[in-house]
Each structure stands twice: as structure tokens, then as C-alpha cells.
């Protein structure tokens, strides 16, 4: 089993717990879905590295400032489904690579990247991100 280099902009296939659901006393995510790496760190001399994600949803957001919109020629780039998608801001994990909630994604045997955000588009998010931190901080769930 090969895992794909960690670096920032990847989207992978991810077991993603959400805050609401940690709040409610579960350990594992309800669902896998598609996320993207926003930090990719190492975190020790040996080089373990550490991973923060934000997922992607079809939900919309209840406040715009909590998310942005995938194009959709980037999700067709990335072979998501034809439905809207929004990156969040304001819910992210954090875990040690490769970790033990990196998913294969259905019908793609041992493939656990959809590929690369436009680095446009990565720039938005990381920005918005930090610029979120600034009024309001985002829940950051760690997973190891």
C-alpha cells in the first residue's frame, strides 16, 4: 500500500470528525469524504510529519464566511460529483500522517488522492483560514 506525499493543496479521502460529533462522545467520523491538506509539518527529528485538513461538504454554509466554493471545473478536475461543494473554514482536523482515517476512494482501488487544488485556490483557503483565526477561532478536532 502506497500513500500519496503529504503536501498542501492535496485532496484526499478522509474519515473527517466533525465538532458536533465529538461533542457527542464519538472517537470515529460518520462518514468518509473528500478533504483538503492545509498544513503539512513535520513535527519530530524522525520526520513524522503532521497533517491539518479541511473537509469538503455539499452543505451549504449557514454564514459564507465559513466556507468557500469549489468551482466546479475544479471538481470536475478532482472527479467529485456533479454537486456543489464548499471547502470549510471554520472545522478542521488534525492528525499524524499517514494516520489511520486516510481512505481509498470507492471505485479507484489504492487511491487516496483525488489530486491537487489550483494553487489560486489553495492560496483563498489557506488565507481564509488565518484570516478566520483572527475573529473566530475554528475547531480543530486532533485524530492521533
Same mark, same amino acid.
Given at each position: 500500500?502506497?500513500?500519496?506525499?503529504?503536501?498542501?493543496?492535496?485532496? *484526499?479521502? +478522509? &474519515?473527517?470528525?466533525?465538532?458536533?460529533?465529538?461533542?457527542? !462522545?464519538?472517537?470515529?467520523?460518520?462518514?468518509?469524504? %473528500?478533504?483538503?491538506?492545509?498544513?503539512?509539518? %513535520?513535527?519530530?527529528?524522525? !520526520?513524522?510529519?503532521?497533517?491539518?485538513?479541511?473537509?469538503?461538504?455539499?452543505?451549504?454554509?449557514?454564514?459564507?464566511?465559513? &466556507? *468557500?466554493?469549489?468551482?466546479?471545473?475544479?471538481?470536475?478536475?478532482?472527479?467529485?460529483? &456533479?454537486?456543489?461543494?464548499?471547502?470549510?473554514?471554520?472545522?478542521?482536523?488534525?492528525?499524524?500522517?499517514?494516520? +489511520?482515517?486516510?481512505?481509498?476512494?470507492? !471505485?479507484?482501488? !489504492?487511491? +487516496?488522492? +483525488?489530486?491537487?487544488?489550483?494553487? %489560486?485556490?489553495?492560496?483563498?483557503?489557506? &488565507?481564509?483560514?488565518?484570516?478566520?483565526?483572527?475573529?473566530?477561532?475554528?475547531?480543530?478536532?486532533?485524530?492521533?
Amino acid at each position: 500500500m502506497t500513500f500519496p506525499a503529504a503536501k498542501p493543496g492535496l485532496v *484526499i479521502r +478522509y &474519515s473527517f470528525l466533525w465538532s458536533h460529533e465529538k461533542d457527542a !462522545g464519538a472517537e470515529e467520523a460518520s462518514k468518509d469524504r %473528500p478533504c483538503a491538506i492545509v498544513v503539512a509539518a %513535520p513535527r519530530n527529528a524522525r !520526520g513524522d510529519i503532521t497533517v491539518i485538513v479541511a473537509p469538503v461538504t455539499h452543505a451549504a454554509p449557514d454564514d459564507a464566511a465559513d &466556507s *468557500i466554493e469549489i468551482p466546479p471545473a475544479v471538481c470536475r478536475a478532482l472527479r467529485l460529483d &456533479s454537486k456543489r461543494h464548499w471547502l470549510r473554514l471554520d472545522e478542521l482536523n488534525r492528525f499524524a500522517w499517514p494516520g +489511520y482515517d486516510l481512505r481509498v476512494i470507492p !471505485g479507484r482501488p !489504492g487511491v +487516496y488522492a +483525488y489530486g491537487m487544488l489550483p494553487q %489560486p485556490l489553495f492560496e483563498q483557503l489557506r &488565507s481564509a483560514i488565518l484570516e478566520r483565526q483572527t475573529v473566530k477561532a475554528a475547531r480543530v478536532q486532533r485524530r492521533d
